[in-house]
């Protein structure tokens, strides 16, 4: 009988990560502090549009993670990822035409931020291949 893999919920406290814009050459850094607590994602942080409070939850046995990020007194963003190794990936969106990719880790792993910046440094400011 094939049992379910306990997973273990994304760590609380200070995390950093970004997303990506089409609008922008670079990542849109962000500092987050972040609360997982029976199965609801609740915290708040900081990026280059403002502050912003975010309330979701998470699936511990899919690791999958969804919530919204309220800018105060501005507009709000739907997040959707799973939580890996790494943090947790996936897409932002605003409505159904603006989206772009997130990437967000415990502020701990300070090795990813480190590769990141490493690629920035090298003019590769997406990590990725030019599209």
């Given amino acids: ?9 994304p760590p609380s406290g200070p995390w950093i990560g970004f997303y990506l814009e089409n609008h922008h050459a670079k990542k849109a850094w962000m500092n987050l502090y ?4 029976n ?11 403002g502050p ?4 979701g939850n998470f699936a ?8 919204i990020k309220q800018y105060l007194g501005k507009h709000r963003v739907r997040y ?8 947790i990936v996936g897409r932002w969106t605003i409505g159904s035409l603006i989206s772009g ?4 880790w415990p502020a701990e792993f300070t090795e990813i931020q480190a590769a990141y910046l490493a690629q920035e440094s090298q003019g590769n400011p997406f990590g990725r291949r030019r599209q």
């Fill in 60 to 67: 511990q046995e899919t690791a999958e993670c969804v919530w």
């Fill in 1 to 9: 009988m094939a049992t379910v893999e306990q997973r273990l919920p």
């Fill in 80 to 87: 959707q990822g799973v939580w890996g190794k790494t943090g």
């Fill in 39 to 49: 199965s609801t994602i609740s915290g708040q942080g900081t990026d280059y549009v």
């Fill in 52 to 55: 912003w409070t975010i309330s």
């Fill in 101 to 104: 990719d997130f990437h967000i």
């Fill in 34 to 37: 972040l609360d997982f607590t």
